[in-house]
């Protein structure tokens, strides 16, 4: 018998000054039996970062075709495309044909050895985008992780903060290979 995905919901209210987008997103987390809440979390701010009205998670680790999360425009054609971890550079160039921008949001210790594998794989890549979140920061935000949320997020001039309730995590997000 298959294990179930566990449901997590999250308020989560959004302060965007860099981008002047501020609104209140009711989300619903479906986290698979083998994703840590770290992940999960790395997927909320990834949400957080790039919140849009047809923003929505995607099936992610359980699902090979779909992305952590997207956002695909009134025809169904995949506008952004967000993965959450290290994924192979196979799946990031297949994902690269099919949306006009690709996110990876990198996180964990040994994000610095995947990326010196998949740098010069993924050099032709002109749609891709790879942020890495230091291992501390993204360790910090699994300790917002309840089944029930209330965060704030905050970002502005490149820095974000996301809390809930007393804890604050700031996030320095480094970006390793921008749109070219």
């Not at 039996?33 to 999960?40: F, K, Q, V």
């Not at 804890?167 to 997000?173: A, E, H």
């Given at each position: ?11 989560l209210n959004i302060s965007d000054m860099d981008r002047g987008y501020y ?59 967000i993965e959450v971890g290290q994924p192979d550079d196979r799946r ?89």
């Amino acid at each position: 018998m298959a294990l179930k995905s566990i449901i997590y919901k999250a308020e989560l209210n959004i302060s965007d000054m860099d981008r002047g987008y501020y609104a209140d997103h009711n989300l619903t987390i479906a986290r698979h039996p083998s994703e840590t809440d770290e992940r999960m979390m790395v997927r909320v701010l990834a949400f957080a970062i790039h919140a849009a009205e047809r923003l929505e998670f995607g099936k992610g680790i359980s699902d090979t075709e779909e992305p952590d999360l997207w956002e695909k425009d009134y025809t169904d054609a995949i506008q952004t495309w967000i993965e959450v971890g290290q994924p192979d550079d196979r799946r990031l160039l297949k994902a690269c044909g099919r949306s006009d921008k690709v996110y990876v949001y990198s996180y964990a210790s040994a994000s610095d050895v995947w990326w010196k594998q998949m740098n010069s794989r993924l050099d032709r890549a002109k749609n891709l985008c790879v942020r890495n979140i230091p291992s501390e920061q993204s360790q910090a935000l699994e300790k917002l992780a309840q089944r029930t949320m209330q965060l704030q997020c905050t970002i502005q001039d490149g820095q974000i903060w996301l809390s809930a309730g007393e804890l604050s995590v700031q996030i320095d997000v480094e970006t390793l290979k921008d749109f070219s």
